[in-house]
């Protein structure tokens, strides 16, 4: 039986939920048809076929597996292994597939030894080469096709090996990360089955070597569990199995320089890692292997003044955008946190899980590419530590920054003036606040009214659809609907009065035809990114002190998920009772929530809050 990516994928996602989820649902998210997803669960429910109480299924309310954790249970670890099941990989896993083919081997492969180890034909295994090309540019490597002899890479070491990492952390994240990290909390007697039938459709020699490394990482830490970071192990074990592989056809990092033992700690458990996996392939302890073996693609030097790279990001992107993000602190408090964390992780996985690196890319292209430039000038040319879901996390920081200046910046006050001083003026209204940013409603009055309420008000200026003589603010007068010239009159006068540069006081322009649904959802959906980053940014900021550093992202998507939850009304709702001392905190929180216009209640709180109690392991 065979099951495709997507297929296992669907299998997880159940797995990960406790509640149906509906077909229509499954289709938005893998973007197929509904008689696609179908086919999925056809399949999906054959190839279970023995376990009839297993899947379940409800028109109008749709599917979900049985809450039965021992079931459960049985098909993460027939998944984790594929027992029973050809895995059948899709183009982006053939990528992969070749990635691993050409950087294990210290000969050129021929078109004809891929097509057997593929099992594809030769027009779609030149289209995947093609792919296959363009994804490792970005890392400075180069597919060589050679006559007569075949296809060869052409990189540095350690651009080959950055490459070989980013790829295996992202199969990692993809498969199931949480299912691998099960694994090493496993007891040793049981665990080298389960390895053995481990398959991640990569490379089967590759994957060997990385299954023992996983083994006898597994049984030097199962005696003290509380105290480790999984992700650390598995970063770690990637690392070391590309060591060995790359090894095993002569391709060291550096010299064969050996380590002097004497120097190092016997009971650190990286060192011992290296040590016992090198004995094991009979490899000596080479120093250069070491030094790759616990900073990785890491290029970011200890000694680099981290502040002083924070500034000069802050004002590369502040120039190039014309705004002045120099201008404020708390961006750079928060972006310098960010980078500290980022940058001083030897082990972090390089591909962090960011959930709104294709929103953020769809809706701020500018500002997106400027932060990436800026990175790459800045930061580092490695595409394994400088990606979309690095610079998206930066993003978010500015697009921040960009809305707290937006409310101190000192705008443009104006009266719109109509026939009855209401109805055509919430569309007027509306047209100008779509294209131009820096200007604040101070009223609205009829043309009867209009010299009244203007000595009232005293606005910065009027905007009127009547000829308003004798008004000493002041005036332009447009057309009912703004035509494109009303709206770049208004926009040149904005700038005279405030004294800004063009481009501050422009908003997005747009055509003037109606706003359809398309653009209000992508509009909702802006609104709510920003939204989530304020308010984890100020909720961080008000419970970093007993947060420990390594719950950071979890407590990011916490917030996020939390608010996604508050806007489609799913909040949870178990009563709770709250500690005395989190009593001020709890209130704290809730003003943060009151001040976005969001209602929290105590549950989700009390949620909040747990991350508080949380132990720091690095203090154990």
Known sequence: MQLTDREIKIIYLLLN???????????????????????????????????????????????????????????RKKLLGQTGFEYYPDPQKRILQIAFLLSLTDQAVTLQQLENKLNVSESTLLNDLERFRDSINSFEIKLVHKSFYGYILIGSEYAIRSYLEAVLQKVISNFDIYSLIHLLQTDSEEINGQLSSLLMGLNVEFEYIFKRI????????????????????????????????????????????????????ADNLNFQLFKKVCGEYDFLLYEDEYQYLINGNQTISKDKDLAALTQKIIHSVGIQTGKPFEKDKQLFDSLLSHLISRLNSKYQFTSEYNPFVKDIKANYPELFGVIYQVCIDEVSINPAIVNDSFVSFLALHFMVSEQRIHKTQKKVRVVYVCSTGLGVTSLLQQKIEENISAIEIAGFTSLLSAKRQVKKIRPDLVISIFDLPDIDVPVIQVNPLPTKQDIEEIRKKVVMISKARPEQVAGKKRDFEDVSKNVSLRNFSRNLIMTMFSIYEETYGLLRENIPAIYQDAFMLHIFMLIHRINFNEEYQDSVDFKVEDTELRVKIQNIFNEYQLEINDSEIQAILEYTHIDNPQEE
Do not use: C
């Open 17 to 75: 939920r406790n509640e149906p989820i509906t077909i229509q649902k499954l289709s938005e998210l893998y973007g197929v048809s509904v008689r696609t997803i179908k086919y999925d669960l056809k399949d999906i429910k054959a190839g279970f076929k023995e376990d009839d109480e297993l899947f379940k299924a409800k028109p109008h309310v749709g599917v979900w597996i049985t809450n039965d954790n021992d079931l459960r249970e049985a098909v």
């Open 214 to 265: 996983l083994y006898y990482a597994s049984g030097m830490v199962a005696s003290d569990e509380e105290d480790v970071n999984y992700n650390e192990i598995l970063a770690i074990s990637s690392r070391l199995a590309i060591i060995i592989a790359r090894l095993s056809i002569n391709k060291p990092i550096g010299s064969y320089q050996e380590i002097d033992i004497a120097g190092f700690d």
